[in-house]
Each structure stands twice: as C-alpha cells, then as structure tokens.
C-alpha cells in the first residue's frame, strides 16, 4: 500500500521545483506556472491526508476549492499581465519598476 | 511490489520530471505544454489517493481552463516575451540562478527531514481513523458523500467561493478592458 509519507515527498518535489520557477524565471508567465505547481504540490496533501476523512470529506471539499481559488487566482493575473505587456511591452519581472505615474 | 505501488511511481515519476523540464526549459511555449503533462500525472496521482472526484475536476479546471487561459495570455502578449529568454543563450551555467537553486535545494532538504521526522503515517488522528473504518477504501464510493458534505458542513466556505469567484470575475473583466476611459 502506498504511504501517506509517499505522497508527502512527490508534494515536497513539487512545491521546491514552483519555488525555483518563481525565483529564477524572468517571464510572468513562467512565475505563474511556478505558483500553479505550488499550489498542486498543497492539494496533493489534502487529497493524500483526506484519505483519512470519510465521513466528513474534509480533505478532498478543501482540494476542491483550492482548484477553484487558483482558477480565479490565475483569471485575475492574467488581466494584470496583459496590462502590464501593454504598458511596458514587455512581461519580465525585473523590468518592471515604475508605478503608475 | 503491487500494481498500485507500479503506477504510483510511474505517475509520480512523470509528475516530478515534467515539472522539473518546466522548470529547465528555456522556451516558454514547451514550458506550458509539458505543465499539462503534469497536471494530467497529478491527476492520476489523485486517483491512487483515492479522490476520483478531485482528479476529474483537475482535469476539467486545470486542464481545460487554467492551462487555456495560459496559453491565451502568452499569445496576447506578442513575440517580445520570447526575447527575454534568449539573452542568455550559450552560457552553460547562468549565475543568475545559482541562488535559486540553493534556495529550492536547501527548502527541500528541511521539508524532506521535517516529513521523515512527522511520520505521518503513525500520526495519532491517522491511526484512529483507520480503527474506526474512516478510512476511504477502494471500493467505496466518495462523490454522493461529497455532494452532501458541500451542501450541509461546508455550506459557509461554498457560499464565500461563490461570491470570491464572481469577485474575480468583475475584477478580470475590469482590469482587462481598454485604457483611456479610466
């Protein structure tokens, strides 16, 4: 049978290589698909621990409304990238450095 | 060495591998596309944790409306976006990075210890689930369980997602509209 601590570590990989993406990579897009892998690392938890839960389904209802906030997360971030591209034609990060006026 | 324990590895194997490309890779559209390798391995990984439901709403969120909408806002924002990537081309080892990777190394070496020292499959909550047959088995149905539970214990949080979600709607809609009439 497949352990709890199993899943733990493949949730542990996955978390650490989104933290990499989000640090290192120089395009939002790519900082975005770093925080979507973190957040799948945290719903693997959930759905590794909800095993544990039958009657109440605490784990799997939580993983459920993880996915539908990193839906909304990524709806609203997408809008900001676009306006962001068409202010300064560019999505990098790192060149981004003024506000508004 | 069971079936489950097989597969299990494969798709953990599959999850962990395409996250790593897409982490490696320099080029942003093979970076999308093999993301959707990995949701659909984590899917799968769903399923041997015994949650079908979540893996087929992964499937339908992730794959069919996260991912798109990815895809959609990289090819809103034009060919500059690939530019960036390209600058570095030719160094083998960019020092740029060097601190990212330690900082990704030495977090999974404190989460890896932190999870071998929790144990958490001799966890006091886990062991009397398991004695009191709390435990999901694979013959049981989840979804009817699931239904009921969203619509009478988690009422609260359902409701609150609901106006969340119609919150991101506007702000989206908002947000993405044409400047000059602000």
């Known amino acids: ?101 | 060495m069971t079936l489950m324990r097989v597969l299990f590895y494969l798709m953990s194997f599959i999850a962990v591998g395409s996250a790593l490309y897409a982490a490696l890779s320099k080029n942003l559209v093979r970076s999308i596309f093999i993301f959707f390798v990995t949701l659909f391995a984590l899917a799968g990984l769903y399923v041997i944790a015994l949650a079908d439901f979540v893996a087929v709403t992964q499937v339908v969120i992730y794959v069919g409306g996260i991912l798109v909408l990815i895809l959609f806002a990289f090819m809103l924002s034009g060919r500059e976006t690939l530019n960036v990537i390209e600058q570095h081309k030719g160094k083998f080892i960019n020092m740029a990075k060097v601190p990212a990777v330690i900082l990704a190394a030495l977090f999974l070496a404190v989460i890896v210890n932190i999870i071998l020292k929790a144990d958490a499959d001799n966890l006091p909550w886990v062991k009397q689930a398991i004695a009191q047959k709390n435990e999901t088995t694979p013959i049981s149905s989840t979804i009817d369980n699931i239904g009921v539970n969203l619509m009478t214990t988690y009422l609260l949080p359902f409701e609150a997602i609901s106006v969340l979600l119609l919150m991101a709607l506007v702000g989206a809609a908002h947000l993405s509209r044409k400047e000059g009439r602000a």
């Open chain 1, 1 to 101: 049978m497949i352990t709890l601590t199993d899943f733990l570590l493949v949730g542990a990989l996955l978390f650490c290589t989104g933290m990499y993406m989000i640090v290192s990579k120089r395009n939002s897009i790519q900082v975005l698909i770093g925080i979507e892998l973190m957040l799948n690392a945290a719903i693997l938890n959930l759905v590794a621990f909800g095993k544990y839960d039958k009657l109440n389904n605490g784990g799997q209802v939580f993983a459920l409304f993880a996915i539908v906030l990193a839906a909304a997360t990524t709806a609203v971030a997408l809008a900001i990238v676009l306006n962001v591209y068409r202010r300064y034609k560019t999505i990098d990060p790192d060149e981004i450095k003024n506000l508004r006026d």
